[in-house]
């Protein structure tokens, strides 16, 4: 059973229907006897930064998050802005993030003659042998959509890489904890591995 923490950011239904058709059970909560319980934990997420953390804040799910993350270590995915929460700051806004990870969340710069936001297939780069990355390889594409890049301070965080203009981490990892900034219940079968990888762990 993997549980989607319900914080009021995005849709995480279409991750528990991509979930399903992979005969992975799930259940979308935030109820604090929920997460305690949990096994797994994916959070999702689209949106604003500082609003994912003020309704994580709203809703008393930092203290239990830190525990399964930091002290059980239990697998946790973040997904598209729920991969920016992990991180230390954006530049999108001022609250500060997790901090789960050793990495900042940075705005693409339109300057460059990209549009923003980033929106659209591209390939990803897996750069370490991550179970998170098994079975992907350069020819693998995802679905992204998104302003904010992640960039990690240590290199070692980094699973996979992309470019959109400059190279930014696509997958980024510290121990138990995975984030992926592309939508992998809108990018078919690479999404489902990506999603049956984490399942595996």
């Known amino acids: 059973m993997i549980t989607i923490v319900d914080y009021e950011m995005g849709n995480p239904k279409s991750i528990m229907n991509m979930l399903s058709r992979l005969g992975i059970k799930s259940q979308l909560s935030r ?8 096994r797994k934990l994916i959070l999702p997420g689209v949106g604003a930064f500082d609003a994912a953390m003020r309704n994580l804040k709203k809703f008393n799910l930092i203290n239990s998050l830190n525990k399964k993350a930091l002290e059980e270590k239990i697998p946790i995915l973040g997904i598209c802005l729920g991969m920016q929460v992990l991180t230390h700051s954006s530049e999108e806004g001022s609250e500060k993030g997790l901090g789960w990870i050793d990495a900042q969340t940075k705005k693409f710069d339109s300057s460059l003659g990209i549009k923003v936001p980033h929106m659209g297939w591209n390939y990803v780069l897996p750069k ?3 179970p998170i990355c098994k079975e992907l390889n350069h020819k693998s594409r995802f679905y992204f959509v ?3 890049y992640v960039q990690t301070n240590n290199d070692q965080n980094s699973c996979m890489k992309s470019n959109y203009s400059i190279e930014f981490d696509s997958a980024i990892q510290n121990n138990n904890i995975y984030g992926v900034q592309f939508h992998p219940e809108k990018s078919h079968k690479y999404g489902m591995q990506i999603l049956k990888n984490f399942s595996d762990l």
């Open 31 to 38: 109820n604090l006897d929920d997460i305690s319980q949990a």
């Open 128 to 130: 370490t042998n991550s």
């Open 146 to 148: 998104h302003s904010y």
